[in-house]
């Protein structure tokens, strides 16, 4: 089993949060997410951290948005 966590600075401006969101999905594209396999989560920042999503927040890659 392997845990991910990706971490994003979203302080910049908002045009650059979908183009982080296009790559955060180019990282994560091979990865077999699954309860056994892969799991993601994903905390964001600027000036507070927030966690988008936990590693057991999604047992399957086609829920995570």
Known sequence: M???TLVADISSEID???EMLQLLQL???GLPVATDR???A???Y?????I???LNTY???SKVS
């Open 52 to 54: 988008r999503f936990a």
């Open 27 to 29: 990282l994560t594209y």
């Open 16 to 18: 650059e949060w979908s």
């Open 2 to 4: 392997l845990d991910v």
């Open 42 to 44: 994903l905390v964001v």
């Open 38 to 40: 892969v799991r993601l």
């Open 46 to 50: 600027s000036t507070n951290v927030t």
């Open 59 to 61: 047992s399957d890659k």
